[in-house]
């Protein structure tokens, strides 16, 4: 799977990389720490891989029917 596959599937229809998200041919890197708010929507899953730590005073929501996973 390429680099711009992997973006458009976690960042919807923008097929923007988002930052602290990185894709090689062989390798996901994500960052460990959310500094920022973030919301799952209902028609969305999202994954994280390894340790994940949230920020003081950061939200992560996930709606109705989204899912978060952490590998």
């Known amino acids: 799977m390429g680099g711009a596959l992997m ?3 976690l960042n919807g229809d923008t097929g923007i ?3 602290g998200v990185y894709n090689t041919s062989a390798f ?5 720490t959310i500094d920022a708010n973030y919301t799952v ?3 969305r899953n999202a994954a994280s891989i390894g ?3 949230i ?3 950061v939200t992560v929501t996930i709606a109705s029917g989204g899912n ?3 590998l």
């Open 41 to 43: 929507a209902a028609t």
């Open 7 to 9: 973006a458009m599937i």
């Open 17 to 19: 990389q988002t930052p």
């Open 28 to 32: 996901f890197e994500n960052d460990q």
């Open 51 to 53: 340790d994940i730590t």
């Open 55 to 57: 920020s003081s005073g």
């Open 68 to 70: 978060w996973v952490i």
